[in-house]
């Protein structure tokens, strides 16, 4: 709203700009008189004025092109900060995704561990394992029971954190038309590139404001003369024992600039013009350092989520069976199994965490290259919410 307000506010202050000056009409009336040896002559004066400032069309036009750039800036800085916040929605939608499915992965660890405590309780009870096993079991399964609802306040605080973002009421059980598996589409990074730098928001707006600053030298040079002020004066004389009088006067006034050369007004300008300069570049610099960040974390994330899916997963999947045949042979105690699930749960775990960084990296992407409408066609788009 804030945004909003200061663009109003720059366009408002862009038709200041070109409102040209009233003119000003004065009428006065008045008598004179003298003192006559013979007579007394007197007579009615009547003066009406009118006056009317010419501004200097280069100081005009300056000013005019200045709070024309600061209007675009402020343009751009309102669509920067919309793509932010589409950034921070959609992160925030993948983040309950991935509570969600943290949920779903301590359930099946946890009908796992109770399934796992079962076989084990029997082959207590019947004599054929120590009593100690059991209560590893129940430790683990105790464990795995507050995982659970540790993941649960998580979900929810996710939940709030997005209708915080949104700022709306969204209906009674609502859900994200998203997966953590969804693909990252993006275009080639050198043509990215190219159009991060060439339609970056901040860049436009730090742009703009450099060619306003530029436009206020000219517009300090200009003020040395800042117009004419024309005047228009007639004054009628209405003698008693004369005949009407009536004089037209047509002047110009103009200031000169001898005591006042706006040399302070110009250095103060290029100053400003420089100083413009050197945050254009310095953001230019800040943000392709961000570009390339985001995007070595989501050739990492992408590279993780490969190794995992791929190798260790399976590697942990292969190894529970093996440790669960070997048990159930009398090969293996129950505390090979059992850390063959935890390690095949964090692993898991990690899985889940580098695919929502890689989610997270693609996205802070599309903010920098101001491509957040890249992949709507996806049919699972975060931004898409449905009611269950």
Do not use: C
């Not at 779903?104 to 796992?112: G, N, T």
């Not at 709030?160 to 709306?168: D, E, F, M």
């Not at 609502?174 to 060439?198: H, T, Y």
Request: charged content about 25%.
């Amino acid at each position: 709203m804030l945004s909003r307000a200061d663009l109003v506010s720059a366009k408002a202050a862009q038709s200041l700009t070109g409102v040209l000056q009233n003119p000003r009409v004065e009428f006065g009336l008045g008598r004179e008189s003298s003192q006559a040896i013979l007579q007394d002559r007197s007579a009615q004066l009547q003066n009406l004025s009118l006056s009317q400032f010419v501004e200097n069309p280069a100081l005009r036009e300056s000013r005019i092109a200045s709070a024309r750039f600061l209007s675009q800036a402020q343009a751009a800085r309102l669509q920067w900060i919309r793509a932010q916040v589409a950034g921070l929605v959609r992160r925030s939608a993948y983040e309950v995704v991935l509570r969600q499915a943290e949920i779903k992965a301590a359930d099946e660890a946890r009908l796992l561990l109770e399934s796992t405590r079962a076989r084990v309780k029997l082959r207590v009870e019947s004599g054929d394992a120590a009593r100690y096993e059991l209560i590893k079991a129940e430790a683990e399964l105790i464990g795995a029971q507050q995982r659970t609802q540790v993941a649960r306040l998580a979900l929810e605080q996710a939940r709030i954190r997005l209708q915080q973002l949104l700022g709306v009421d969204l209906p009674t059980g609502w859900s994200i038309n998203a997966s953590l598996e969804d693909p990252v589409d993006l275009p080639e990074r050198d043509r990215m590139r190219m159009r991060f730098l060439k339609n970056h928001p901040d860049l436009l707006a730090l742009g703009a404001e450099f060619n306003a600053a530029s436009e206020r030298v000219n517009e300090a040079r200009a003020s040395r003369w800042p117009g004419v002020d024309l005047q228009l004066s007639q004054l009628r004389d209405r003698g008693v024992d004369r005949p009407n009088r009536y004089e037209t006067v047509l002047g110009a006034t103009i200031a000169v600039p001898l005591l006042d050369p706006r040399k302070a007004a110009i250095d103060l300008a290029q100053s400003q013009v420089q100083r413009a300069s050197v945050a254009l570049k310095t953001r230019e610099q800040s943000l392709l350092r961000e570009f390339d960040s985001a995007s070595a974390a989501l050739e990492i994330a992408a590279l993780r989520v490969k190794s995992l899916d791929e190798g260790a997963v399976r590697q942990a999947e292969a190894a529970l069976r093996v440790a669960e045949a070997a048990y159930r042979f009398g090969e293996r105690g129950i505390l090979d199994v059992i850390d063959a699930q935890r390690v095949l749960r964090q692993i898991r775990a990690d899985l889940l965490s580098a695919r929502f960084e890689q989610q997270a990296a693609a996205i802070a992407l599309q903010v920098l290259s101001f491509d957040m409408n890249h992949g709507e066609s996806s049919p699972a788009h975060p931004n898409q919410t449905r009611t269950k």
